[in-house]
């Protein structure tokens, strides 16, 4: 059975795979100089290999890929965007017995010699995801603009995950075996945000290290413009948190609501007291609306908790089953 990674005087003790994938989308003019700086050797791992998710390219992406020594290609029939890519690529890599999985983008943007960096808190046993934090503020070719919208998402990002994510964008990445088998991506845009808010909301131990970036070699596919990735990423934060905590989201639905319901009804009594209530009879109907929607909202939210609650069972039940596999298969490395 594999031996679980230990720091003994800075040396690993191990037997542990680490797999390198990377989604890639009509990527032929870029994959050649990225795969060619990825590492082969890593400290703290017996083996290394490289994947790549051919994201329905319509080039050469994947023969390329082929002709630069990639172990595995995994082919989407046609473009399904980034985050399909993503999860296809974690699912696949736990299917051929990673231990360690790291996810890069395919414009050689990051710095493949932190690879090892970034994955030293996965092998040691203290987190369970760790996102490449990039030098924000550094990064020439990040407009004013982006750079404040980047630091505002990754602080949006830290209070709804209840993590301390720096650079929430970041698709810089490493995870254990346990929290890839976990993830389950719901958008199609992209999986930076959700899957830290996913993470938080679970119990994950995430984390984050500062890496190097490289040069830019094209334009980014995923941001085409600034006004279209605020809103899809909105409703990206959006849309997870309601998921995992629809609670607090429809409480504060039947708060806001009730308290106008309120405001409307004391606006109507004063009126009343004064003599002039007959003029302001429209005060006590939007009150009445505002109350019973308050009142809706408070049941929705109960509703929608208890698929919550059923939604987490079933993820933790998909967790103890691939962790069952994992067992029967001789791959525990359970921390």
Same mark, same amino acid.
């Given at each position: 059975?594999?031996?679980? #990674?230990?720091?003994?005087?800075?040396?690993?003790?191990?037997?542990?795979?680490?797999?390198?994938?990377?989604?890639?989308?009509?990527?032929?003019?870029?994959?050649?100089?990225?795969?060619?700086?990825?590492?082969?050797?890593?400290?703290?791992?017996?083996?290394?290999?490289?994947?790549?998710?051919?994201?329905?390219?319509?080039?050469?992406?994947?023969?390329?890929?082929?002709?630069?020594?990639?172990?595995?290609?995994?082919?989407?029939?046609?473009?399904?965007?980034?985050?399909?890519?993503?999860?296809?690529?974690?699912?696949?890599?736990?299917?051929?017995?990673?231990?360690?999985?790291?996810?890069?983008?395919?414009?050689?943007?990051?710095?493949?010699?932190?690879?090892?960096?970034?994955?030293? #808190?996965?092998? +040691?046993?203290?987190?369970?995801?760790?996102?490449?934090?990039?030098?924000?503020?550094?990064?020439?070719?990040?407009?004013?603009?982006?750079?404040?919208?980047?630091?505002?998402?990754?602080?949006?990002?830290?209070?709804?995950?209840?993590?301390?994510?720096?650079?929430? #964008?970041?698709?810089?990445?490493?995870?254990?075996?346990?929290?890839?088998?976990?993830?389950?991506?719901?958008?199609?845009?992209?999986?930076?945000?959700?899957?830290?808010?996913?993470?938080?909301?679970?119990?994950?131990?995430?984390?984050?290290?500062?890496?190097?970036? +490289?040069?830019?070699?094209? #334009?980014?596919?995923?941001?085409?413009?600034?006004?279209?990735?605020?809103?899809?990423?909105?409703?990206?934060?959006?849309?997870?948190?309601?998921?995992?905590?629809?609670?607090?989201?429809?409480?504060?639905?039947?708060?806001?609501?009730?308290?106008?319901?309120?405001?409307?009804?004391?606006?109507?009594?004063?009126?009343?007291?004064?003599?002039?209530?007959?003029?302001?009879?429209?005060?006590?109907?939007?009150?009445?609306?505002?109350?019973?929607?308050?009142?809706?909202?408070?049941?929705?939210?109960?509703?929608?908790?208890?698929?919550?609650?059923?939604?987490?069972?079933?993820?933790?039940?998909?967790?103890?089953?691939?962790?069952?596999?994992?067992?029967?298969?001789?791959?525990?490395?359970?921390?």
């Amino acid at each position: 059975m594999p031996i679980l #990674p230990l720091r003994r005087a800075g040396i690993f003790l191990f037997n542990m795979k680490l797999v390198i994938q990377i989604p890639c989308y009509n990527e032929e003019e870029n994959i050649a100089v990225t795969l060619a700086c990825l590492p082969r050797k890593v400290k703290g791992c017996s083996s290394v290999e490289w994947l790549i998710i051919d994201d329905g390219s319509i080039d050469r992406t994947a023969e390329v890929a082929r002709e630069c020594g990639v172990d595995h290609v995994v082919r989407l029939p046609q473009n399904a965007g980034l985050a399909r890519g993503f999860s296809a690529g974690l699912e696949y890599a736990v299917s051929i017995g990673a231990d360690v999985i790291v996810n890069t983008d395919a414009d050689n943007q990051y710095n493949a010699d932190d690879i090892e960096k970034i994955i030293v #808190p996965i092998l +040691n046993c203290s987190a369970d995801i760790v996102v490449g934090e990039r030098p924000i503020s550094a990064i020439e070719h990040f407009s004013f603009v982006k750079k404040i919208l980047q630091k505002f998402g990754s602080f949006v990002t830290r209070k709804l995950s209840g993590t301390n994510v720096k650079d929430a #964008p970041s698709g810089f990445r490493a995870f254990s075996r346990s929290a890839a088998s976990r993830l389950n991506v719901f958008s199609e845009y992209t999986y930076t945000l959700e899957t830290i808010i996913q993470a938080g909301q679970n119990g994950m131990a995430i984390t984050s290290l500062p890496v190097r970036v +490289n040069g830019e070699t094209r #334009p980014s596919k995923l941001v085409k413009s600034i006004f279209q990735y605020v809103k899809r990423s909105a409703i990206t934060m959006g849309r997870i948190f309601l998921v995992y905590r629809p609670m607090r989201f429809f409480v504060f639905l039947a708060l806001a609501s009730l308290a106008s319901g309120l405001g409307l009804g004391i606006r109507y009594l004063l009126y009343y007291i004064a003599g002039e209530g007959a003029g302001h009879i429209q005060s006590v109907i939007l009150s009445a609306l505002f109350v019973g929607a308050s009142l809706l909202f408070l049941m929705i939210g109960i509703i929608a908790d208890l698929i919550s609650v059923n939604r987490r069972l079933m993820e933790k039940i998909q967790w103890k089953l691939s962790k069952l596999e994992d067992m029967i298969q001789g791959r525990d490395h359970s921390h």
